[in-house]
């Protein structure tokens, strides 16, 4: 993908301005959601407006919608099939760019201004389709992108645990450096196995900055 010097420079916009709103510190982020999430939860109980026993269902049931809409948006927005140069830069725009740069600690999350525009759409539709009901729904989808961003940021910045979790480390590693046509959960590899876009297991080895992602390691040892 060629767009003049931008990519080479690590650069998404030449106005300085836009360029800098493209990179953000993910405590803004993850402070501002998870308080959002916190304070939408908490006012549906404080005020009675839904009893603690719903507004917590609905808080979890917003919170496990977020991992479909997530994968939706990776999977048919972020690697929409970019036919024109309008789509194709688009397309560097939203996402592109991170996959040039994954090492950049400080794209791994929108800026606040526009998650913030996203969540405000988000919290009318709910509370429009769902009423009263709505407010701890989109508590907990607000909580939901805030865990995404948590685990997105992780897995780039961090080496893999030597626990049950590296599998969400070695699933975005073949995402990100073999097969960017699979592996679109981020947070959660559930709905690549429901529309069956789970990656192969091939094997393979990625130095990161936070250290190796071996999977061919992992291959071995399930083997014995």
């Known amino acids: 993908m060629a767009y003049n010097d931008a990519v080479t420079e690590n650069r998404v916009f030449k106005n300085p301005i836009l360029e800098k709103l493209t990179h953000t510190h993910i405590a803004w982020p993850l402070s501002i959601f998870y ?27 917003g919170f496990l919608s977020f991992t479909l809409v997530e994968y939706l948006i990776h999977r048919y927005t972020f690697h929409m099939e970019a036919k024109t140069p309008k789509k194709e830069r688009l397309q560097y725009v939203l996402h592109g760019a991170h996959h040039h740069f994954p090492k950049d600690k400080s794209r791994l999350a929108m800026p606040p201004l526009v998650s913030i525009v996203l969540a405000s759409v988000f919290f009318l539709f709910y509370r429009i389709l769902l009423g009263e009901y709505g407010i701890p729904f989109t508590g907990g989808f607000v909580a939901g992108y805030a865990t995404y961003l948590c685990v997105h940021y992780s897995v780039h ?25 699979a592996a679109y ?7 690549d196995l429901i529309f069956r876009t789970m990656p192969e297991k091939r094997g393979f080895s990625v130095k990161t900055k936070s250290g190796y992602i071996d999977d061919r390691h992992d291959q071995a040892e399930a083997s014995h």
């Not at 999430?37 to 109980?45: A, K, M, W």
């Not at 959960?185 to 709905?191: E, I, M, N």
């Open 185 to 191: 959960g981020v947070s959660s590899p559930f709905w």
């Open 35 to 61: 308080g959002l999430g916190v304070i939408l939860l908490g006012y549906t109980i404080y005020y009675g407006i839904l009893g603690p026993e719903a507004s917590i269902l609905l808080f979890v049931g």
């Open 157 to 181: 910045a961090f080496p893999p645990p030597k626990n049950f979790m590296k599998v969400l480390w070695v699933h975005h590693a073949l995402h990100h450096y073999q097969q960017p046509d």
